[in-house]
């Protein structure tokens, strides 16, 4: 190695402009780093910007799902609703100064390490091409909606379509409406709906637990450490409760059996309420929370349906018990592509290596940001890095101001190429795996943190707080790195370099 007395600012491309990428860019201009923020759509906002289906909300306190960095002290209620989320978003990104730096209608289609430069080199579907010395996809897993492929499905002549991409030309007055799916995203749904349908019947696969959500509006607006007071309530009464799931399941048994009493005195049918009562362990799947799901379930023309899908007719649904389900509008809610992480994008690292063959077992990556051949790349919101019971935008800052101080440390020792050792990868993820093996999450349910091999690739294992102190400082002696060196920038603004030698 050799020292390089050049200071260089990095030159970082941000994928992706919702709540991880905006963390990620503010961060990384924090640092010193020319950032470029790119979004595939025409304006940020990530999953609030598509989740518009009516009844969306937060299932997680306003204070607490919102970022330290940008407090917002007049949330309207306790679980702010899409609409208030999504406009925070674009609040944040004027206030802390990313405007600038973002560039809309940009679909990131391949992402290939050049060993020569020591960059990446980025094409997009509009034809631009651009490079960047560190890249940081900020996609998230709730990107690319899942929608099963069912016999007859193009058959159907009424309108189709799945919770994420919400058709709002769809009038629903007097249309009977099948809803594929009960998820958290169907509980909000059902009841939002259900007075303006004819009819609607809910194909479930399996119950989950639906806790009341204890929402309420706020009659005025917090001071600025009345709300940062409300979010430390808020993280630390998720962190208590925590080890329950990742350590503990024999733990939930009280919450159980308090449910089961619970739902004798919420539905009344004992027909329905077996229908509603699940047979998983509590926090297997998503803890949902809703205050309508239930008595919605207990109208007349709302309808559930325990069963699976055979095929779809032109004007209705016919289940796998023979049931036909007449339809003018299907809406699926029957979640996202989740395994399927940098999901349509075409990421080459090291000597051309195709990241979809180093994720070809089970997508997983050191502390959730780096894998081992891919020189610069850092993920937000990647394996593992799901809080079993908290805020996810925690776990977001905390990997912006990780990979920040990356961008520092290129700063100060000039530009580098660095990617996590196969060792260190390994070792944290037979970590992962070992300690999610005493999780309620495979204890046998059918969830999307499980892969199809059993492999827990989506939560974090453990306390928030602990994800905290891993990712407080970097140990170097966990990646390979090379002083990328003789850094010169032409006139057209490409940086022509030498790649010497990976070391430790």
Do not use: E
């Given at each position: 190695m050799y020292k390089v007395s050049m200071k260089m600012v990095p030159r970082v491309a941000v994928i992706g402009a919702g709540f991880g990428g905006v963390a990620a860019a503010h961060s990384l201009q924090q640092s010193g780093a020319v950032v470029t923020l790119y979004e595939r759509a025409d304006r940020v906002g990530g999953v609030w910007r598509d989740n518009d289906?009516?009844?969306?909300?937060?299932?997680?306190?306003?204070?607490?799902?919102?970022?330290?960095?940008?407090?917002k002290e007049d949330w309207t209620r306790r679980f702010a609703p899409q609409a208030e989320i999504r406009q925070y978003i674009e609040d944040t990104v004027d206030a802390v100064g990313l405007r600038s730096a973002l560039r809309t209608n940009q679909t990131l289609i391949s992402a290939t390490w050049d060993d020569v430069d020591g960059s990446w080199l980025l094409r997009f579907a509009s034809g631009l091409e651009d490079r960047c010395d560190i890249l940081v996809p900020a996609l998230g897993q709730m990107s690319t909606p899942h929608t099963p492929a069912i016999p007859g499905a193009v058959t159907f002549a009424g309108a189709t379509f799945h919770s994420a991409r919400w058709d709002h030309s769809v009038d629903l007055a007097g249309k009977r409406v099948v809803v594929i799916g009960s998820g958290a995203s169907i509980v909000q749904i059902?009841?939002?709906?259900?007075?303006?349908?004819?009819?609607?019947?809910?194909?479930?696969?399996?119950?989950?637990?639906?806790?009341e959500k204890g929402d309420h509006p706020y009659q005025?607006?917090?001071?600025?450490?009345g709300a940062r007071l409300r979010r430390w309530r808020d993280y630390i009464g998720k962190e208590v409760r925590t080890p329950r799931l990742v350590r503990f399941p024999k733990l939930v048994r009280p919450v159980e059996r308090q449910f089961r009493r619970d739902i004798e005195q919420w539905v009344r049918d004992p027909e329905l309420r077996a229908k509603v009562t699940p047979a998983d362990r509590f926090g297997c799947k998503r803890i949902l929370v809703s205050n309508d799901w239930y008595p919605t379930l207990q109208r007349d023309d709302v309808h559930l349906v325990n069963a699976g899908i055979a095929a779809i007719e032109p004007d209705a649904v016919v289940t796998t018990e023979g049931q036909r389900l007449p339809a003018d509008v299907?809406?699926?809610?029957?979640?996202?592509?989740?395994?399927a992480f940098l999901s349509g994008i075409d990421?080459?690292?090291r000597g051309g290596r195709p990241l979809a063959d180093a994720w070809a077992e089970n997508p997983s990556a050191y502390l959730g940001m780096g894998v081992p051949d891919?020189?610069?790349?850092?993920?937000?919101?990647?394996?593992?890095?799901?809080?079993?019971?908290?805020?996810?935008?925690?776990f977001l800052e905390w990997q912006a101001q990780y990979i920040a101080r990356i961008a520092r440390a290129w700063r100060r020792r000039g530009p580098l190429a660095m990617d996590p050792t196969p060792e260190a990868t390994g070792r944290f993820v037979a970590d992962m795996k070992r300690r999610s093996a005493r999780s309620v999450w495979v204890t046998g349910c059918a969830n999307w943190y499980v892969d199809d091999t059993g492999v827990n690739t989506q939560n974090w294992p453990g306390l928030a707080t602990a994800y905290w102190l891993l990712t407080r400082r970097i140990a170097w002696r966990d990646y390979c790195i090379a002083r990328v060196a003789?850094?010169?920038r032409a006139s057209d603004g490409v940086t022509k370099r030498q790649v010497p030698t990976v070391s430790r």
């Open positions: 289906y009516p009844g969306a909300a937060c299932d997680v306190p306003s204070h607490l799902y919102s970022f330290s960095f940008a407090p059902v009841p939002a709906i259900a007075d303006a349908a004819a009819s609607v019947s809910v194909i479930q696969r399996s119950p989950g637990y639906v806790l005025r607006a917090r001071s600025r450490i299907i809406v699926y809610g029957t979640g996202f592509r989740t395994q990421v080459r690292g891919f020189p610069n790349l850092f993920l937000v919101y990647g394996p593992n890095t799901n809080p079993a019971w908290n805020s996810v935008l925690v003789d850094a010169t």
